[in-house]
């Protein structure tokens, strides 16, 4: 690395695995690739495999998980890594964390890298919290010294002082989080690994997380790799972003164009609808949905635009007949949060449409994930009824354009009023 800057680089990173049950048929492949080794030749299984695409059958025994992943990280950034499930996110954090390595492709870093990958990473659950915030800072190459001069602060972030001296198999997930995130970020690794783990703490330690990395990345001039599917998070934390499908770098670029990349490619997975418990005549039903904030490409954000376009199939073209569509947004807990009808808003409408749009020109839920159950009626009776049909996510935003957000703790839903003292 001949840029003293770059304190990482990834030259054509590529993973191969190989599909179904380990250790069946596979002595007389490893043979094969020890006869080809000895005389020099190229591995015969890296000219086979499929790419890294979970939702489709394939013909090979092996899959390429990452292939030809190319890209360099410099000093004090925060390169964010974002895709949907099974992109190969985890598995790239495995191989620049030296968890495995890769079957192609080199790493190059300069510096200690501290890995939060799941929860309780590196932990020993019979060991206390105490013990095992030495054990971490050992396996890091901290002296005893150096980490007791970090201890208390270590525990005073993680916020499990009572719990310290207990073992740690005794934790929940959530502190064993605290107490992990603590130890990777207060032992000054050059490079911290973070993977979606931070989901697993409340609001208030993701807040607390967060502000953490910031303070070590422009404060400290320390690395960060963080993956989420928060984007809100990604965008606040994150300085640049790649972009992974199917194990190869689909986007590299600004935050802001990333996310924008990204939201372009999971939009399409709002479409696909679970029908596991859906009802009724099917003369008119949901086929798919589009949810999105002030534009297409865009998510849903606090108070801004937000629209609901529900593509249907209407089986009967000029059915002379009146068709009711409603919807409910209900939270991760079950809880009713919203009901909407075109019956409330006396809609009639043409008989040959094949979507319903609603638009809400200010959306008052706060950030979250929610989901939407349909119902569609002709004549009084159920022609569809879908419950839990599909998940949509809302970004934090600034309803009251005051600088100032409504705690997700506090409340769902955010009523547009006015105080006076008087």
């Not at 899959?63 to 985890?90: R, T």
């Not at 590196?122 to 980490?147: C, S």
């Not at 020109?361 to 950030?367: F, H, S, V």
Request: proline share 2%; net charge neutral.
């Amino acid at each position: 690395m001949a840029d003293k800057n770059i304190i990482l680089k990834a030259e054509n990173i590529s993973k191969q695995y190989r599909l179904g049950l380990v250790g069946t048929g596979t002595i007389s492949h490893d043979l094969n690739r020890w006869w080809h080794k000895i005389r020099g030749k190229e591995d015969p299984y890296l000219r086979v495999g499929e790419s890294n695409d979970r939702s489709t059958k394939g013909n090979s025994q092996y899959v390429w998980a990452l292939q030809d992943i190319s890209f360099e990280v410099e000093k004090g950034e925060v390169l964010g890594i974002i895709g949907k499930n099974g992109a190969g996110k985890s598995t790239l954090l495995k191989i620049l964390s030296k968890v495995t390595g890769p079957t192609t492709g080199e790493i190059k870093t300069r510096g200690r890298i501290a890995s939060l990958l799941e929860v309780g990473t590196g932990f020993h659950g019979e060991m206390t919290g105490r013990e095992n915030v030495y054990l971490n800072g050992a396996i890091l190459g901290m002296t005893k010294k150096e980490i007791s001069s970090k201890i208390e602060e270590i525990i005073d972030f993680s916020g499990c002082q009572r719990y310290i001296d207990t073992p740690v198999k005794r934790y929940s997930s959530g502190m064993t989080v605290r107490l992990a995130f603590a130890v990777a970020a207060f032992l000054e690794p050059e490079i911290l690994v973070i993977d979606e783990v931070l989901a697993v703490g409340d609001a208030e330690f993701q807040k607390k997380a967060i502000g953490k990395m910031q303070d070590i990345s422009r404060g400290e001039g320390r690395t960060v790799l963080f993956v989420s599917h928060n984007m809100a998070a990604v965008k606040n934390l994150c300085t640049r972003c790649i972009v992974l499908e199917h194990g190869s770098v689909a986007f590299s670029g600004t935050t802001e164009d990333s996310i924008q990349f990204y939201l372009k490619g999971a939009k399409n997975s709002l479409n696909q609808i679970d029908f596991s418990t859906r009802k009724g005549s099917g003369i008119v039903k949901l086929n798919s949905v589009d949810v999105y904030g002030e534009t297409i490409s865009v998510l849903p954000q606090t108070g801004k635009p937000f629209t609901l376009k529900f593509n249907v199939e209407n089986l009967e073209k000029k059915l002379n007949s009146s068709v009711r569509f409603d919807f409910r947004i209900d939270d991760p807990m079950g809880q009713h949060l919203v009901w909407m009808s075109s019956d409330l808003l006396k809609v009639e409408g043409n008989k040959e449409f094949t979507s319903i749009l609603f638009n809400c020109n200010k959306l008052g839920m706060n950030e979250g994930q929610y989901y939407i159950t349909i119902l569609i009626r002709v004549d009084g009776l159920i022609s569809d009824w879908i419950q839990n049909a599909l998940t949509f996510e809302v970004t934090e935003g600034d309803y009251f354009n005051t600088g100032k957000k409504v705690p997700i703790e506090q409340s769902k839903m955010i009523l547009d009023f006015d105080v006076n003292y008087i």
